[in-house]
Nanobody
Framework: QVQLVESGGGSVQAGGSLRLSCAAS????????MGWFRQSPGKERVGVAR???????TYADSVKGRFVITRDSAKNILFLQMTSLKPEDTAEYYC?????????????????????WGQGTQVAVSS
């Protein structure tokens, strides 16, 4: 049974930083396609960042240069380091993992590429 558990959310002022963590069980994050998504009230869940099996990363334009996705394969934890936070970054943040792995597996920041989801962690940025 795959479980993804996010932590690290909270309330910060604009310009501040947070590091989100996603601890995985029943799933090996090393070599997997994994991502971070966020959802604001009344809006769709959108991709923020993803890390592919080869370690390459992709970011939404809105967070490029401010957010960094990494993973610690030894500890089986995915991270999202968020800096220079803005009020518009306020959202529920979700960790996601792909069902399949290996060459040819599509890995983007689209929801359809991910089968497993965490319960979310709230981030609130005040101006």
């Amino acid at each position: 049974q795959v479980q993804l558990v996010e932590s690290g959310g909270g309330s910060v002022q604009a310009g501040g930083s947070l590091r989100l963590s996603c601890a995985a069980s029943g799933y090996i994050i090393g070599g997997a396609c994994m991502g971070w998504f966020r959802q604001s009230p009344g809006k769709e869940r959108v991709g923020v960042a993803r890390i592919a099996s080869d370690g390459s990363t992709t970011y939404a334009d809105s967070v490029k240069g401010r957010f960094v996705i990494t993973r610690d394969s030894a500890k089986n934890i995915l991270f999202l380091q968020m800096t220079s936070l803005k009020p518009e970054d306020t959202a529920e943040y979700y960790c996601a993992a792909a069902e399949f792995r290996g060459r040819g597996v599509r890995c983007s920041t689209e929801r359809k590429d991910f089968a497993y989801w965490g319960q979310g962690t709230q981030v609130a940025v005040s101006s």
